[in-house]
């Protein structure tokens, strides 16, 4: 059986960081490319690893308290499949009245 093109290579993702995400990151958005294991789904959660991966401590620091969205839906469980092309926005508290 031959694998699918959707089952191989990489999952190419749209992160947009919004408030103090993006201070901690040091970029507005970024384009996270994450590698399917074995064939198998890349997560959320994979794609938050990925993108960690990209920067230092300053979003290390940042990330446990985000919410996220991924194509503009919320993310309750980090372990959703994130197809190619996604966009996965990183929220941090926003504080105000």
């Keep these: 059986m031959t694998a699918l093109p959707e089952q191989i290579g990489t ?3 749209q992160v947009r960081y919004f408030a103090g995400a993006r201070a901690a990151a040091g ?3 970024e384009t996270v490319h ?3 294991p074995d064939g198998a789904v890349v997560t959320a959660a994979d794609v938050i690893a990925a993108a960690l ?3 230092d401590e300053k979003l290390a620091n940042v990330l446990p308290a985000c919410s996220f969205l991924l194509d503009g839906v919320a993310v309750r469980d980090r ?3 994130v197809p190619d092309d996604a966009t996965l926005d ?3 508290p926003f504080a105000g009245g």
Excluded: K, W
Aim: charged share 15%.
């Design 53 to 55: 991966g990209r920067h």
């Design 79 to 81: 372990g959703i499949a």
């Design 90 to 92: 990183v929220l941090p």
């Design 34 to 36: 994450v590698t399917r």
């Design 27 to 29: 970029v507005p958005e």
């Design 11 to 13: 999952v190419a993702v």
